[in-house]
Nanobody, 121 residues
Framework: QVQLVESGGGLVQPGGSLSLSCVASGRIFSINTMAWYRQTPGKQRELVASITKSSSTNYADSVKGRFTISRDNAKNTVFLQMNSPKPEDTAVYYC???????????????WGQGTQVTVSS
């Protein structure tokens, strides 16, 4: 009933920039925290950045000062601006969202399908 679709992944050179987007659609009353995670083969999925409905942000130490998370509440969209990416940022990036589907419902966590980001020259 709720779908998250990421876009914007691809190949980027070290020191370049790349912007990811994630749009939530379906039966949505409200979205609380939205976040970006990433995962590489053989490793656990790790938090990259999160943003609350009031736009308070949190970043992994490894991306602080380089990545910026933002959101457009009217469009149920979260963004990740990746500046000066490094080869170690190469991963599949996933977005998630804490969605409330009606005023009386509790929130549920939904995930996107992931988008590959490769940082290489």
């Amino acid at each position: 009933q709720v779908q998250l679709v990421e876009s914007g992944g691809g190949l980027v050179q070290p020191g370049g920039s790349l912007s990811l987007s994630c749009v939530a659609s379906g039966r949505i009353f409200s979205i609380n925290t939205m976040a970006w995670y990433r995962q590489t083969p053989g490793k656990q999925r790790e938090l990259v950045a999160s943003i609350t409905k009031s736009s308070s942000t949190n970043y992994a130490d490894s991306v602080k000062g380089r990545f910026t998370i933002s959101r457009d509440n009217a469009k149920n969209t979260v963004f990740l601006q990746m500046n000066s990416p490094k080869p170690e940022d190469t991963a599949v990036y996933y977005c998630n969202a804490e969605v409330q589907q009606s005023w009386f419902a509790s929130t549920s966590l939904y995930w996107g399908q992931g988008t590959q980001v490769t940082v290489s020259s």
